[in-house]
């Protein structure tokens, strides 16, 4: 019942976890993936079109960079939502696009406002789109659900201390008349927690073992099941938190081991009883 009761909470703890540091990501991932759009005017030179491009790509803080003619993007949409959305005789509406990304850091500092404006100052460009505002509130929200998470995973680590805790004290508990008659013999201390130190580590590893494999096949199925979790989960962010979840697993047993035997040596007769 200790080894399951501590496993338990320690995968809860270490789901939540995974969750929490991967939620503040999301910020970054966001920034990265809503695209820049410039689209530009009808019945330019080739010529100004590449100088446009070059541009774009020469800045460091730029990636993905695409030209989308509107012949292409009339064909995504023909293929997203079919022929009724064009009238018979109706002219492509839609105009040539230069799509990119910008980098995180970049983004961050706001220096994209300076960017977008001396795009917007090229004669080629008709209006350049970045869905800044979008990409705010959904940040935004995101921050509401760090809080949340963040919340949870201190009420699941209060409940994973106590859980073990009490889950050795009451191993502990009946075993307090042998430990005290060992105490009275002469046995020193450390003779007295050997014991108990080994079977707490012993919880610990096993514990500690199920919970990882527990939450490595959760992590590995939402991997395999939902392609967002494949942009989300860092691999190494990850693998640290399980290594993170086995140390813990194995240092806690042994140091409330060590304080509850402690506590037992220093009862008095009367104590013993109550």
């Given at each position: 019942?200790?080894?399951?009761?501590?496993?338990l909470?320690?995968?809860?703890?270490?789901?939540?976890?995974?969750?929490?540091?991967?939620?503040?990501?999301?910020?970054?991932?966001?920034?990265?993936?809503?695209?820049?759009?410039?689209?530009?005017?009808d019945?330019?030179?080739?010529?100004?079109?590449?100088?446009?491009?070059?541009?774009?790509?020469?800045?460091?803080?730029?990636?993905?960079?695409?030209?989308?003619?509107?012949?292409?993007?009339?064909?995504?949409?023909?293929?997203?939502?079919?022929?009724?959305?064009?009238?018979?005789?109706?002219?492509?509406?839609?105009?040539?696009?230069?799509?990119?990304?910008?980098?995180?850091d970049?983004?961050?500092q706001?220096?994209?406002?300076?960017?977008?404006?001396?795009?917007?100052?090229?004669?080629?460009?008709?209006?350049?789109?970045?869905?800044?505002?979008?990409?705010?509130?959904?940040?935004k929200?995101?921050?509401?659900?760090?809080?949340?998470?963040?919340?949870?995973?201190?009420?699941?680590?209060?409940?994973s201390f106590?859980l073990?805790?009490?889950?050795?004290?009451?191993?502990?508990?009946?075993?307090?008349?042998?430990?005290?008659?060992?105490?009275?013999?002469?046995?020193?201390?450390?003779?007295?927690?050997?014991?108990?130190?080994?079977?707490?580590?012993?919880?610990?590893?096993?514990?500690g073992?199920?919970?990882?494999?527990?939450?490595?096949?959760?992590?590995?199925?939402?991997?395999?099941?939902?392609?967002?979790?494949?942009?989300?989960?860092?691999?190494?962010?990850?693998?640290?938190?399980?290594?993170?979840?086995?140390?813990?697993?194995?240092?806690?047993?042994?140091?409330?081991?060590?304080y509850?035997?402690?506590?037992?040596?220093?009862?008095?007769?009367?104590?013993?009883?109550?």
């Amino acid at each position: 019942m200790s080894i399951f009761s501590y496993a338990l909470s320690l995968f809860v703890l270490g789901f939540y976890l995974v969750i929490l540091i991967h939620i503040s990501r999301l910020d970054d991932i966001i920034n990265e993936k809503t695209p820049l759009i410039i689209e530009l005017k009808d019945n330019i030179p080739p010529e100004m079109k590449e100088s446009l491009l070059e541009y774009v790509k020469a800045r460091d803080y730029t990636f993905d960079v695409k030209y989308i003619p509107k012949e292409k993007g009339m064909e995504i949409l023909l293929e997203q939502y079919g022929d009724e959305i064009l009238v018979d005789s109706a002219a492509n509406p839609l105009k040539d696009i230069v799509k990119l990304k910008l980098k995180n850091d970049f983004v961050e500092q706001g220096k994209y406002k300076e960017f977008i404006e001396r795009i917007r100052a090229n004669p080629v460009v008709e209006e350049c789109i970045f869905e800044k505002e979008s990409a705010e509130a959904l940040k935004k929200n995101l921050a509401g659900i760090n809080s949340i998470f963040l919340a949870l995973g201190i009420i699941f680590a209060v409940i994973s201390f106590v859980l073990i805790y009490n889950n050795l004290r009451f191993i502990l508990h009946a075993d307090r008349f042998m430990i005290k008659n060992l105490e009275l013999i002469g046995a020193s201390p450390s003779f007295i927690k050997r014991p108990y130190i080994k079977l707490a580590i012993k919880i610990g590893f096993f514990s500690g073992l199920i919970s990882i494999l527990l939450l490595s096949g959760i992590l590995i199925f939402l991997n395999y099941k939902y392609d967002v979790f494949n942009v989300i989960l860092d691999a190494k962010t990850t693998l640290l938190i399980l290594i993170s979840m086995f140390f813990i697993s194995l240092l806690l047993p042994p140091l409330f081991i060590n304080y509850l035997v402690n506590r037992y040596l220093h009862l008095t007769s009367k104590q013993m009883y109550s």
